[in-house]
C-alpha cells in the first residue's frame, strides 16, 4: 500500500482467537462489497437509479456440456487453506504498466473421486512448469496424478487442470500456481487507486473481491461457500504499510481499533468520528448478538478510488471517503449520519455475512436486508439523541414500497438455480434485495419482539459460526425461541408467514372499514391497469400483522382485525408493517379532521401521506383525498411528515411547473412553508445558529429550501446575504455546511453572472471532494439561459469538468425547470458525439433520460422522445436502452395522470391557497 496513515484507539473488546487463524491473517473471500445506497443529504453526485434489478433477458441458449461450461464449481473439492503471496509494483514498468505477481499453495481436500481441477482464475498470466499451468502435489505422501492437460477457460474464468488418473476421495492435495496480473486502476480484484499528497502522486494497491473478483487476484476456490484459512503474505517496500484482514503475525497488539486514510485527512481530523463511533457500535452489535467480535483486531480504510459504498471485508473494511471521513468545520449533518450509518451496516455484516455466510448468492438478501435494517440499531446506539430508527421509513420502506409497487417487480427470494454467472449475482444487489429485506425483517423482529427476535439470531449465529446457512436455518432458530416462549401465538410457523412476504412480490394494501368492521387485503399496484403475469403461489395474499390503534389508544396486534366500532382506528401504527393502509371514506374524514385538531395524536402521519399520495396515483381513492392530508402542515413542525409530503408534493411540481397550475400551487404552499420558515428563525436565534435536533437540522434545510422556492418573504434577502458576505470574503465561509447546498442553489437561482462565476472560481479551488460536489450541482440552479447553455458545453471539456462528472451534472441542469429544455436540445444535438467520446460504461446513460424525461407529460414531448429513439437508432443507447422505453411508458402515464387531474388540482389548490 501507498502511505497511509491512521488514528486508533484500544478498545476492551471480546476476544476469541481461534487455533487455526493465532498464526495467520486471513482475507474472507466468502464476503464482500456493497452497493451502499446514496443517502446523501446534500445531493448526491449521480442521481440513484431504483432499480428493480429484473433478470437479464435469456439471450441465445447455451448448453453446457463438459463439467467447465458450468459456472458454478464442480462438488469434488474443497479448500482447506491456502499461502498466498503478492507483490504490487507501485512504479509502472517499462511498458507503462502498473503489475503484480504471486504465488499461491492451496490445500483442498477431495470429497468426491475425479480427475479434474477446476478453480477460478481470471486476467492472470500463469507461469507454466513442465507445460502446464500449475503444480500438484500431495500431503502426507499420498501419490499424486500427473497432469495431463491443463487450459484457461475464459467464459466461466476457470483455469483446469485434466489429470492422468484420479484424485482419492478423503486425501488433501496442494495446487502450486505462480501468476502475474495488471494493477489496473478497474476498481475490481487487486487494483490501484492514486491520490496527490504535498504535490506527491500516491499510488495505493487495494482489492475489491466480492463478488466474483477474488480470482482476479489470484486463483482460487471463488464461491461463498468455499471457506478456508488464508495466509498471506504481503511483499513491499518498508517505507509503505501492508493490511490484511488478521493480525500482523510479528506484532502483538491486542484488540486495537484503527482508521485510515490519505495523510492529509488525518491531519485534518476527518478520522475522528469513525473512531468515535467504532467502539460503541462493535459493543452494541456484542450485546445484541449475544456473541463477541469474532476478530483481534478492526481495521476500516477510505480509499480515493472505490467503487460501491463501502465493502465489509473481514476485519479490514474498506470505504469511499464520503462514507467514512467526516470533516469537522466542512461537513455537514448529513455527511455525519452517513458516516455513522454505513459504518453500522458494516460492522453488523462482521457476524451477519462474514462470520456466518449465506451459501449462495441467491440469498444476498437476507445479508443484506438484515444488514440495512440493524444498521439503524447500531447507529442509534452510537447516536442515541437522533432517532435515526425513525429515518428507516424515508430511506428504505418508502423507497421500496414504490418499486415493489410496479407489476415488474419480482420477488425477495431465488431459487439457487436461478443465480448463476457474474451477471446474475450482480444484480442481485438491488433496492429490493437491501430495503424490502430490511423492511419484512423489522416487520418480523416487531411481531416477533426483539428480545424474541435477537435470541433467535444468537441461537442461529452461535450454531453456524464459520460455516454457511441457507435462509430457512434462520427461520429454524426463530422459531424454536418462539416454541419456548410462553404466551407467544402466532397464525402459523415463522416459515410459513415469511414465505408469503420473501417468495412472492409486492405487498397489500390493507383496507379497514369501520362501518362495518371489515378488513381486506389486495395487491397494491401503482398503476390499476397493470397485468401482473408472474403468478403466484399465495395467490397475492399475506400473513398481515396489524399492530392498530383505537381513539387514541394502543390494541393487541390483530392478524385478522376482529370488528371495530365507529370511532377512529388507525392501523400500521409505528410502520413496522410492510403494506399500505386504506379506511372507508368515513374514517377518512375523521383521521383528517384530527390531523388539523390535534395532529400529534396520530403518530404515523408521514406514512399517512405517503399511503394516501399512492393510493391515489392507484387510483384506489382521490386525488384531493391526498392533498388534503396536507393541509395541517402549516402546524408541523417535524421533519418525517413533511419530508414525506414534500416528496410526494415533488411529483404536482414536476408535471405542473410550466402550468397555470403552479401559481396556485405555489400560493398554497408558500402559505403552508411560512409558518415553519419562521419557526426556524425564532429557534435560531435569527438564523444564527443551527437547531440542536438531528432530524430539526434537515427541517431547517427543507424550510430554507421550500421559503425560499415558494417566495416566502425574507427568504431571499438572507439567502442573498450570506452569498454576499461569502463573495466579499471568501475564507472562511459565512455558512453554516448544513446549509450550504441550499444557498448555493437559490443565491445562484437568485443572482447573475456574479454570483455563478465566483461559484466557478471556488469549484476549482475547492479541496474537500464533497464542497466541490456541492458547488457542481448548485451552478445548475441559475435560470439565465446562457450561463445554462455553457455550463452545458463545459461538461464536454475535461479540463473544466472531470469526465466522471459530466453525466451527473446534465442531470442536475435538467432537474431546473429552465435548465430541462436545454439539456433536452444539448442531448438530442450531441448524442452521437456523447455516445462515442464516452462510451456506454463510464457515461450513465440511463439516469440522464430519467433526468431529462422526469416532466415529460405533453403529446408533443412524447412524440419527440419517440423521434429521439428513431433517429438515433443507428448511434444506439447502450446503457440507457430500457431506460428510453421506461421513459415512453412514464411519458404516456403522465400525460394521462394529467388529463384526468389537472383541473381539480388547479381547482383545489386555488380554493386552498386563499
Ligand atoms: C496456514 O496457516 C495455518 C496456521 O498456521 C496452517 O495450519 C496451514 O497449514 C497454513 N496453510 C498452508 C497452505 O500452509
Ligand atoms: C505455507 O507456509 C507455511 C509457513 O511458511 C509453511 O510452513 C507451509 O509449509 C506452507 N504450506 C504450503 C502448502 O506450502
Ligand atoms: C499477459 O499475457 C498476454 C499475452 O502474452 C500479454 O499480452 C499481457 O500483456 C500479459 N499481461 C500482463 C499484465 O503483463
Ligand atoms: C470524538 O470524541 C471526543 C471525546 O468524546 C470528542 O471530544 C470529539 O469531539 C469527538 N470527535 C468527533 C469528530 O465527533
Ligand atoms: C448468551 O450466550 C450464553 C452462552 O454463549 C448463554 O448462556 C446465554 O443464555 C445467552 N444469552 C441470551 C440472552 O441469549
Ligand atoms: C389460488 O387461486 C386458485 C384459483 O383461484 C385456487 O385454485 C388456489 O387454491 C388458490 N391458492 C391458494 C393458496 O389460495
Ligand atoms: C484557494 O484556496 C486556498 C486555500 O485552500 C486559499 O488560500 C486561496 O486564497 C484560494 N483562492 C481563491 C481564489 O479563493
Ligand atoms: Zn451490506
Not at 178 to 192: C, P, Q, S, T, V
Not at 809 to 833: C, D, E, H
Request: aromatic share 12%; with cysteine; charged share 20%.
Amino acid at each position: 500500500m501507498g502511505k497511509v496513515y491512521y488514528v486508533s484507539k484500544n478498545v476492551g473488546l471480546g476476544l476469541l482467537v481461534l487455533a487455526a487463524t493465532a498464526l495467520a491473517t486471513i482475507i474472507a473471500l466468502s464476503i464482500a462489497y456493497d452497493k451502499e445506497r446514496a443517502k446523501n443529504r446534500d445531493k448526491p453526485e449521480d442521481g440513484t437509479s431504483d432499480s428493480t434489478g429484473m433478470p437479464t433477458p435469456p439471450t441465445t441458449p447455451f448448453i453446457p456440456k463438459e463439467p467447465w461450461d458450468h459456472y458454478r464449481l464442480p462438488e469434488s473439492l474443497v479448500p482447506v487453506s491456502y499461502n498466498v503471496t503478492l507483490w504490487p509494483r507501485l512504479e509502472p514498468n517499462a511498458d507503462g504498466l502498473y503489475i503484480f505477481t504471486g504465488h499461491s499453495a492451496v490445500v483442498f481436500r477431495c470429497v468426491k473421486e475425479t480427475d479434474l481441477i477446476i478453480i477460478h482464475s481470471n486476467k492472470l498470466n500463469l507461469t507454466t512448469f513442465n507445460g502446464h499451468h500449475a503444480k500438484l502435489s500431495g500431503l502426507g505422501g499420498a501419490a499424486v496424478p500427473t497432469i495431463q492437460k491443463s487450459f484457461l477457460i475464459v467464459k466461466t474464468e476457470y483455469l483446469v487442470l485434466q489429470l492422468r488418473s484420479r484424485l482419492a476421495v478423503g486425501t488433501s492435495y496442494v495446487l502450486h500456481t505462480e501468476f502475474l496480473g495488471e494493477l489496473a486502476d478497474d476498481l475490481e480484484g487487486f487494483y490501484r487507486s492514486e491520490y496527490t499528497d504535498d504535490g506527491m502522486k500516491r499510488v495505493v494497491a487495494t482489492s475489491q473481491m466480492q463478488a466474483t473478483y477474488a480470482r482476479k487476484a489470484f486463483p482460487c476456490f471463488d464461491e461463498p461457500a468455499m471457506k478456508a484459512v488464508f495466509n498471506i503474505t504481503i511483499i513491499h517496500n518498508s517505507a509503505t504499510v501492508a493490511l490484511s484482514n488478521g493480525r500482523d503475525i510479528g506484532s502483538f497488539q491486542n484488540s486495537v481499533v484503527r482508521i485510515w486514510a490519505r495523510r492529509k485527512a488525518i491531519n485534518d481530523r476527518q478520522g475522528d468520528y469513525a473512531l468515535n463511533v467504532t467502539g460503541p457500535i462493535l459493543q452494541f452489535y456484542e450485546r445484541y448478538y449475544n456473541a463477541s467480535y469474532p476478530l483481534s483486531k478492526s481495521d476500516q480504510i477510505a480509499l480515493p478510488d472505490f467503487n460501491a459504498g463501502a465493502m465489509e471485508n473481514w476485519g479490514l473494511v474498506t470505504y469511499r471517503e464520503t462514507a467514512l471521513l467526516y470533516d469537522p468545520i466542512m461537513s455537514s449533518t448529513g455527511n455525519k449520519e452517513r458516516v455513522t450509518t454505513v459504518i453500522s451496516h458494516e460492522l453488523a455484516h462482521m457476524w451477519f455475512g462474514n462470520l456466518v455466510t449465506l451459501q449462495w448468492w441467491n440469498d444476498l438478501w437476507l445479508n443484506e436486508g438484515f444488514a440495512s435494517y440493524v444498521e439503524y440499531l447500531g447507529a442509534d446506539y452510537a447516536e442515541p439523541t437522533w432517532k435515526i430508527k425513525d429515518q428507516i421509513l424515508l430511506y428504505d420502506v418508502h423507497k421500496v414500497f414504490a418499486v415493489d409497487a410496479l407489476a415488474s417487480s419480482h420477488p425477495l427470494s431465488r431459487r439457487e438455480d436461478e443465480v448463476n454467472d457474474p451477471a446474475q449475482i450482480s444484480e442481485m444487489f438491488n433496492t429490493i434485495s437491501y430495503s424490502k429485506g430490511a423492511a419484512v425483517l423489522r416487520m418480523l423482529s416487531e411481531f416477533l419482539t426483539e428480545p424474541v427476535f435477537a435470541k433467535g439470531l444468537s441461537s442461529y449465529l452461535n450454531t453456524f459460526a464459520f460455516s454457511n446457512t441457507v435462509y430457512t436455518d434462520l427461520w429454524d432458530h426463530l422459531q424454536q425461541v418462539v416454541e419456548n416462549t410462553p404466551g407467544m401465538h402466532l397464525p402459523d410457523t415463522v416459515h410459513n408467514i415469511m414465505n408469503h412476504w420473501t417468495l412472492q412480490m409486492g405487498f397489500p394494501v390493507v383496507t379497514i372499514d369501520t362501518r362495518t368492521g371489515s378488513i381486506t387485503q389486495k395487491h397494491f399496484l401503482l398503476d390499476p391497469e397493470s397485468v401482473v403475469d408472474r403468478p403466484s403461489q399465495f395467490n397475492y395474499t399475506w400473513f398481515v400483522p396489524v399492530k392498530w390503534m383505537k381513539t387514541g389508544v394502543e390494541q393487541q396486534q390483530y392478524w385478522l382485525l376482529q370488528k371495530t366500532g365507529i370511532d377512529w382506528v388507525l392501523a400500521n401504527i409505528n410502520v413496522s408493517g410492510y403494506f399500505r393502509v386504506n379506511y372507508d371514506l368515513d374514517n377518512w374524514d375523521r383521521l383528517l379532521s384530527l390531523l388539523n385538531t390535534d395532529h400529534q395524536v396520530i403518530i404515523n402521519r408521514a406514512q399517512i401521506i405517503d399511503d394516501t399520495f399512492n393510493l391515489a396515483r392507484a387510483k384506489i381513492i382521490h386525488t384531493t383525498l391526498a392533498l388534503r392530508t396536507t393541509k395541517y402542515l402549516s402546524n408541523e413542525r417535524e421533519y418525517i411528515p413533511w419530508e414525506s409530503a414534500l416528496r410526494n408534493l415533488d411529483y404536482y411540481i414536476l408535471m405542473f411547473d410550466r402550468t397555470e397550475v403552479y401559481g396556485a400551487l405555489q400560493a398554497y404552499l408558500k402559505k403552508q412553508i411560512q409558518p415553519l420558515f419562521e419557526y426556524f428563525k425564532i429557534i435560531t436565534a435569527d438564523w444564527t445558529r443551527v437547531p440542536t435536533g438531528h432530524t430539526d437540522q434537515y427541517n431547517q434545510i427543507n424550510a430554507v429550501g421550500m421559503a425560499c422556492s415558494m417566495g416566502v418573504e425574507g427568504c431571499r434577502e438572507l439567502i442573498q446575504g450570506w452569498y454576499r458576505q461569502w463573495m466579499k470574503n471568501p475564507h472562511p465561509s459565512p455558512i453554516h455546511p448544513n446549509l450550504k447546498s441550499t444557498v448555493y442553489c437559490a443565491a445562484i437561482a437568485f443572482g447573475g453572472v456574479e454570483e455563478w462565476d465566483f461559484a466557478w472560481r471556488m469549484f476549482k479551488n475547492a479541496t474537500l471532494a464533497s464542497e466541490a460536489s456541492r458547488l457542481r450541482s448548485a451552478m445548475a440552479c441559475t435560470k439565465v439561459p446562457w450561463l445554462l447553455n455553457r455550463y452545458l458545453d463545459y461538461t464536454l471539456d475535461p479540463t473544466k469538468i472531470r469526465k466522471q462528472d459530466a453525466t451527473s451534472t446534465i442531470q442536475y441542469i435538467a432537474r431546473n425547470v429552465v435548465g430541462m429544455p436545454l439539456a433536452w436540445n444539448f442531448v438530442r444535438a450531441k448524442w452521437s458525439y456523447i455516445f462515442q467520446q464516452y462510451g456506454k460504461a463510464s457515461f450513465s446513460f440511463s439516469n440522464l433520460i430519467h433526468a431529462i424525461t422526469r416532466r415529460f407529460s405533453s403529446e408533443f414531448e412524447l412524440q419527440e422522445l419517440k423521434k429521439f429513439k428513431e433517429d438515433n437508432l443507428h448511434v444506439g443507447f447502450g446503457s440507457a436502452t430500457l431506460a428510453l422505453e421506461q421513459a415512453i411508458e412514464k411519458t404516456t402515464a403522465n400525460i394521462k395522470w394529467v388529463t384526468e387531474n389537472k383541473a381539480q388540482v388547479l381547482k383545489w389548490f386555488t380554493e386552498e391557497s386563499t
